[in-house]
């Protein structure tokens, strides 16, 4: 059961507070924060998502900057709990439009009104859109649009206010357009988290895509949505048999799925068939389908790194990334991080002539080497020379005690598991009823490592 849920904004303030069992010192949202703020246990650099003080549990995640976090005195499970935290972000940014601080102050009320229809005396209750609709009568005072940062569009897809593109991301499940005018639209993203290591010849030791498609709908009416996949979509390995065989030979499609699972909204009547997900969307954002692939995918970027020795304190590291995917395509906020040998205590970088929207650091407190692009062209190449100094010479071999090199990035409208919507398909009110329809792509970086 939870005793409390606050929500803390990056400076520490709560934002959100509910007490609901009165079993946990009312200063808690100071305590949590300041151990924080200040983790320095076992050398680690952020707190974990899970830790205990003076008996009292601690579960925290944060979303776009904002620390949701849930206390206890129980021994509950950390990963429901966790999971837990999440689902309400994800409602009250489906009734706010928008989830960040300035949106969370102004809906309060909302908010505090969401909360005791979703955790009853700490035993949760429900963390449904649809199913809260019947009990929550607050309407939402909307945020500005103008006033929100910026969305490049890498930021298009991410979690929180950065979900949705456009006007989307200040539209709620309640609210209309001015004028009582509601818009009919559909988003529909495809979002792909992929996970690769490279040896350090460069050739892929392993390989993983942790695929989603999301939808959210502003459909009066909720009406039935037929949505096309690959016709030789497969399910399962070659040789062996998933729990999700329709009836496809395995491993004969362009794209295998190792397993799937979908939303309890989805029929799947007529997926063996045509690969046709036939559904009526609840209210709010929800995935439609998850996915694991991992069978062999081009990656999009293939890193170089080479480390030669010029004197006893001094070193020379040369790093290469080559954009894989097509010139039309635009990769955007690239961190490429090398952690460098402990007594490493000056680096100076080089980079090529003409680069623009590049920077590159020396993080000396935990001795890591990053470099940020700002975007990368399909088929381009970057290369950055940094050169080290360290305060004493080295014992051994510079490259087991340097690396692994890893990279973060976002492809919009670039998939590498080649999974499609072929059509998305509205059951129509009438012949003038033409709803906008959005379909995305997106590639993140789960963990994308190479080996010195």
């Known amino acids: ?43 680690g650099e952020e707190a974990p998502p899970v830790f205990n003080v003076d008996g009292v549990n601690y579960f925290h995640v944060k979303v776009v900057g ?15 709990v966790l999971e837990l935290l999440q689902r309400i972000a994800r409602v009250i940014k489906d ?22 229809e979703v955790i009853d005396f700490g035993y949760v209750q429900t963390t449904s859109t649809e199913i809260l609709k019947s009990y929550i009568f607050n309407e939402p005072i909307m945020v500005d649009a103008g006033r929100l940062p910026p969305l490049g569009p890498a930021a298009m897809f991410m979690q929180g206010t950065k979900r949705m593109p456009g006007t989307a991301i200040t539209k709620s499940v309640v609210a209309n357009e001015p004028g009582g005018r509601k818009r009919e639209e559909i988003f529909v993203d495809i979002i792909e988290k992929i996970s690769i290591t490279f040896s350090s010849s460069g050739y892929i030791l392993t390989s993983e895509i942790d695929g989603t498609i999301q939808m959210k709908s502003y459909l009066t009416g909720n009406p039935e949505i037929r949505l096309a996949l690959n016709e030789d979509l497969s399910i399962g390995r070659a040789g062996g048999r998933s729990v999700y065989d329709y009836g496809g030979s395995a491993g004969s499609g362009a794209v295998i799925l190792d397993d799937c699972n979908f939303h ?3 029929h799947l009547d007529s997926f063996d068939v045509d690969r046709t997900l036939t559904l009526v969307p609840p209210d709010g954002e929800f995935p439609v389908m998850n996915y694991r692939i991992t069978q062999e995918f081009k990656p999009p970027f293939r890193i170089n790194t080479l480390i030669e020795e010029a004197g006893s304190l001094k070193a020379e590291v040369i790093l290469k990334i080559r954009a894989e995917f097509p010139s039309d395509i635009t990769a955007n906020t690239i961190l490429v991080q090398m952690p460098l040998p402990t007594y490493t205590s000056r680096v100076s970088f080089e980079l090529e002539p003409g680069a623009v929207g590049q920077t590159t650091d020396f993080k000396e407190s935990n001795k890591r080497l990053e470099w940020s692009l700002k ?9 950055l020379r940094a050169k080290l100094t360290f305060s004493q010479e080295s014992h051994g071999n510079i490259t087991k005690e340097a690396g692994p090199v890893s990279m973060t990035f976002t492809i919009p409208m670039y998939n590498p598991s080649r999974l ?26 789960n963990s994308y490592v190479a080996r010195i």
């Open 1 to 43: 059961m939870i005793s409390q849920f606050f929500v803390l904004s990056q400076r520490g303030d709560s934002i959100v507070f509910r007490d609901y069992r009165g079993d946990v010192p009312k200063g808690s949202a100071e305590i949590f924060f300041r151990k924080v703020k200040f983790w320095k246990e076992d050398g």
């Open 66 to 80: 904002l620390l949701f976090v849930a206390t206890s005195r129980t021994n509950l499970s950390p990963s429901l």
């Open 95 to 116: 009734y706010l439009g928008v989830l960040n601080e300035d949106s969370l102050r102004k809906n309060f009320v909302l908010v505090y009104e969401l909360l005791d």
């Open 264 to 266: 309890e909204s989805v």
């Open 375 to 383: 975007k990368i062209l399909g088929g381009s190449d970057h290369t």
């Open 420 to 445: 499609q919507v072929k059509y998305l398909q509205i059951a129509k009110k009438s012949k003038a009823y033409n709803p906008y329809r959005w379909v995305r792509y997106v590639t993140q970086a």
